[in-house]
Nanobody, 117 residues
């Protein structure tokens, strides 16, 4: 599985961004797809994920402001509204696929989001 993340950029606090994650397989072949954020010196943390069941999970800071969705057959979006400076970080797309040896995680390259105050 190959993932291509895009949509990051520099915005001001209160503005919005939409991140895209294009997968080399259809979303429906994946157990889940999601976004994680990493800042220097910290581990990657969950921002949002979408399970094959349609269930969504959000990190605490994303609740009420971010929405993960899927569009077309192989693209997932993360709509980020009312951005804050502490949303700054590198956002990574992750997919989970069930294989013959169990669930496997695949990561895309990161896309940088910078929110200025």
């Amino acid at each position: 599985v190959q993932l291509q993340a895009s949509g990051g950029g520099l915005v001001q606090a209160g503005e919005s961004l939409r991140l895209s994650c294009a997968s080399s397989v259809t979303i429906f072949e994946l157990n889940g797809i999601g976004w994680y954020r990493q800042v220097p010196g910290k581990e990657r943390e969950l921002v949002a994920e979408l399970r094959i069941s349609g269930r969504t999970n959000y990190g605490e800071s994303a609740k009420g402001r971010f929405t993960i969705s899927r569009a077309a057959r192989n693209t997932a979006y993360l709509q980020m509204n009312n951005l804050r400076p502490d949303d700054t970080g590198v956002y990574y797309c992750k997919a989970e696929k069930l294989t013959g040896v169990g669930p496997q995680d695949y990561w895309g390259q990161g896309t940088l989001v910078t929110v200025s105050s």
